[in-house]
Structure formats: C-alpha cells, structure tokens
C-alpha cells in the first residue's frame, strides 16, 4: 500500500491557495485617485508649502479656507469638483497673499500645485563699467561687468531699481519691476 501526503509537512497552504491569494491581493483596486474613462474615481489637488522655512501658510481654494499647513507639508484637497479652481496661500498669520494658482481640474486624477518660495530678481550686467544696485533705495550689491546676482525674497508691490556707476555714483539706468506674481523676474543693464 502506498501512501501520500503533503509535501510541505510544515502545515503551510498549498501553493495554488497562496497563488490565489497573491492574484486578488495585487487585483484588488489600490489607487484611490484613477483616471478612468467612465467617470469613476475622484479629482484631488495635493499642496506643498515649499515657501520657505519656518512659514506656516494659510489655503484656500476659490476664497474659502480649507486649511493651514507648516513648511515641507504636504496636504490633499480631495474629491474637488470638476471645474477651475482658484488656490491661493497666504502667510499666517499676516494673511498676506504669497501664491496663487488657477488649475483647471478636467478629469478624475490628482493635479499638484507648489507654494513656492518668494519671487527674486536676477540683475545682469552688460554695461561696460562695475555698478551699484539699488532696490527702492536700498543698496543690494555691487556688480561687475558681465556678472549677475540675485536680490532674493522680494516683497510683492511695485519695486524700483536702480544702477549707479560705482566708481562715481552717476545714474546709469533704473526701472520699475511689478512683482505679483510668484516667480522670478530678470533686469539686464545695458
């Protein structure tokens, strides 16, 4: 008489119990966001507060509070409509506005959006002499020819620059920059 049993005397399931297992664990559905043709899913907008360190912003989506966030946070703004949506973040507790973005949410995904840090100005010399830079009155720095430097986290509103010879002090060229929006803005003295 010939006798059988399980090979893997150690009680384990049999290796077509644990292949099917593996199949529904890796079928079933994981991602909560997907696009899909048929409208199932949801739309979400993640944020990021990369303003800058120790800034703890305030977001709102289309003029309404959703939440405030500390800096390297990231927070999801979930199930939003299809539609545009207007973000903005504002520092707390100032209430000063830092960013805005529009993001047209068009399909079930997960859209993004960074709250950057503060805009900066590059200055670019290509005058033929070294220059001091000002920014509303303000001496920045001093440039050599064919050098550039940044002013970095400016304020936003109107901003007036301007460049003096720095061997006599004479007024070499000036300029207004509207900074409103979060992005860097460039001034090139030729």
Same mark, same amino acid.
């Given at each position: 008489m010939i006798k059988t049993r399980r090979a893997d005397g150690a009680g384990f399931p049999s290796a077509r119990l644990l292949a099917w297992l593996a199949i529904l664990a890796f079928s079933w559905p994981s991602c909560k966001s997907p696009t899909s043709p048929d409208g199932a899913g949801?739309? +979400?907008i993640v944020v990021t507060n990369d303003y800058e360190e120790g800034a703890t912003v305030d977001i709102y989506m289309d003029g309404q509070f959703r939440f405030s966030m500390g800096f390297k946070m990231t927070i999801e703004l +979930?199930? =939003?409509s299809l539609e545009e949506h207007t973000l903005e973040a504002r520092l707390n507790p100032t209430g000063v506005l830092i960013d805005s973005e529009?993001? +047209?949410v068009i399909e $079930?995904? +997960?859209y993004s959006w960074m709250v950057d840090d503060p805009p900066d100005i590059k200055v670019i010399n290509q005058f033929d002499?070294?220059?001091r830079v000002l920014m509303d009155? =303000? $001496?920045?720095f001093d440039l050599a020819n064919e050098e550039s430097r940044w002013i970095i986290d400016v304020a936003y509103g109107e901003r007036f620059l301007k460049a003096l010879g720095a061997a006599d002090g004479r007024e070499i060229a000036s300029t207004t920059i509207r900074v409103d929006e979060n992005t860097d803005y460039s001034w090139t003295i030729e």
């Open positions: 949801e739309a +979400d +979930d199930n =939003v529009k993001i +047209d $079930y995904t +997960d002499n070294p220059l009155g =303000v $001496y920045q």
